[in-house]
Structures are given as structure tokens and as C-alpha cells.
């Protein structure tokens, strides 16, 4: 079974500062690899994916995360983080080629951003 | 074009009654994927549809159960609710199965349990 390791369920960076959110996974086959946001009250906007392809994957919000099959990572950055970054930020991994939309949750990294 | 709507947003029950959330899915989509959100077990997929048939279905009990309609429109039911059912329940739309499709979600229902 897929299994995702988000290190770190609380992560504070200055505003301006490097974001780094680590996701780690488990597969016995090629993963499709997700990262999610979660804003208060509200439910998850999909900010990247990696499916095949390019490994260093670009998303919205200046996000950008890098799939690293030696590692089994797929870690989230941000160059500069602003006060909206804010959120909790969820890795997700889905199992195919089951072909099943079924995706499997790391269990999610709160971002705080000090001014 | 509207993103997914999830009815009722809140619902408070009492133990053993019975509830049941609806999920519109964005127009065109035809698949739809309902999690389970709580602060201990994280986020849990509980089943999906995809032309009215479930697909796949997490590891829930029987007493949560779901259907879709011939115009996707999905349901969920929870029936004998227990405290521990006290969650946010997300709906996600996708135009079809398949792993690399991305999964939209709703805002979710909150369901609490008394």
C-alpha cells in the first residue's frame, strides 16, 4: 500500500524566507504525486502535481516542488514566503495504475508566517 | 464555471440518527470522491463514482454509504452516526478515474456529533 511522511506537522518561517515542506512516499509503482493547500474553513486547492515527465514541477502561488525517486521525495519550496502562505499544506500520493482516483494524504504541514 | 458545491455546509446530529451530504460536482465531471477529515486520522478516502457505479471504497464501515446520479451528482449517507463521526467531509470532482486526473474539492460539510 502507498503511504505518504510529511516531516514536520508544524513548520514557522519569517516572511521573506525560504518555505520548505517535506513530503517523502512509498510506492511499489510509479506515483503520481500531489501537493495540496488547505485555507481555513475551506477545502483543499491543488497547488502542483507530478505525474511523469520534468521532475522540478512549477505550481501556483510561486510553489514549486521536486520529484526525487532515489529519495522517494517530493519536497515543496517557495523562494520568498509572504503573510497569504499561511495555510495547512497536505502531500498526496494516488495509486494507480490501479487506474483508482483515490489519493492517499500525508498528514499535513501547518505553515506559520512571521512578520 | 462553478467549482464544486457540497449542501449542507454545517449539520449537527445527535448520536444514531442518520444523515446524509450531497456534492455537486463541476459541470462535466463525472467521477467524484468523498474524504473524511478529522485532526487524528488526517484525511481519509471514503469511496468514488464514477458513471453511477463505486469504484473503489476506502476502509469505513458499512454504515457509510453513498450513490451517484446520472447527472454525477453524488450523495453520502451515514446512517447510526457515533461521536466519532464528527468530521469535515470533502467531495472532489474529476473529469474521469485515473490517477493523473486532478481531483477538485469543495469547501465541505462539517458534521458534528452530539
Known amino acids: 500500500a502507498q503511504s505518504v511522511t510529511q516531516l514536520g506537522s508544524h513548520v514557522s518561517v519569517s516572511e521573506g524566507a525560504l518555505v520548505l515542506l517535506r513530503c517523502n512516499y512509498s510506492?511499489?509503482?510509479?506515483?503520481?504525486l500531489f501537493w495540496y493547500v488547505q485555507y481555513p474553513n475551506q477545502g483543499l486547492q491543488l497547488l502542483l502535481k507530478?505525474?511523469?515527465?520534468?521532475?522540478l514541477v512549477k505550481g501556483i502561488n510561486g510553489f514549486e516542488a521536486e520529484f526525487k525517486k532515489s529519495e522517494t521525495s517530493f519536497h515543496l519550496t517557495k523562494p520568498s514566503a509572504h503573510m497569504s502562505d499561511a495555510a495547512e499544506y497536505f502531500c498526496?500520493?494516488?495509486?494507480?495504475?490501479?487506474?483508482?482516483?483515490?489519493?492517499?494524504f500525508g498528514q499535513g504541514t501547518r505553515l506559520t508566517i512571521n512578520p | 464555471k462553478a467549482g464544486v458545491t457540497q449542501t449542507p455546509r454545517y449539520l449537527i446530529k445527535t448520536r444514531g440518527q442518520q444523515v446524509t451530504l450531497s456534492c455537486s460536482p463541476i459541470?462535466?465531471?463525472?467521477?467524484v470522491s468523498w474524504y473524511q477529515q478529522t485532526p487524528g486520522q488526517g484525511l481519509q478516502f471514503l469511496f468514488e463514482?464514477?458513471?453511477?457505479?463505486?469504484?473503489n471504497k476506502g476502509n469505513f464501515p458499512g454504515r457509510f454509504s453513498g450513490r451517484q446520479f446520472s447527472n454525477s451528482r453524488s450523495e453520502m449517507n451515514v446512517s447510526t452516526l457515533e461521536l466519532g463521526d464528527s468530521a469535515l467531509y470533502l467531495c472532489?470532482?474529476?473529469?474521469?478515474?485515473?490517477?493523473?486526473?486532478?481531483?477538485?474539492f469543495g469547501p465541505g460539510t462539517r458534521l458534528t456529533v452530539l
Open positions: 472532489a470532482s474529476s473529469w474521469q478515474p485515473g490517477g493523473t486526473d486532478t481531483q477538485y
Open positions: 507530478y505525474t511523469t515527465g520534468a521532475t
Open positions: 510506492s511499489s509503482v510509479p506515483p503520481y
Open positions: 463514482y464514477f458513471s453511477e457505479t463505486q469504484r
Open positions: 459541470s462535466g465531471h463525472r467521477s
Open positions: 498526496a500520493v494516488s495509486e494507480v495504475p490501479q487506474g483508482a482516483q483515490k489519493l492517499v
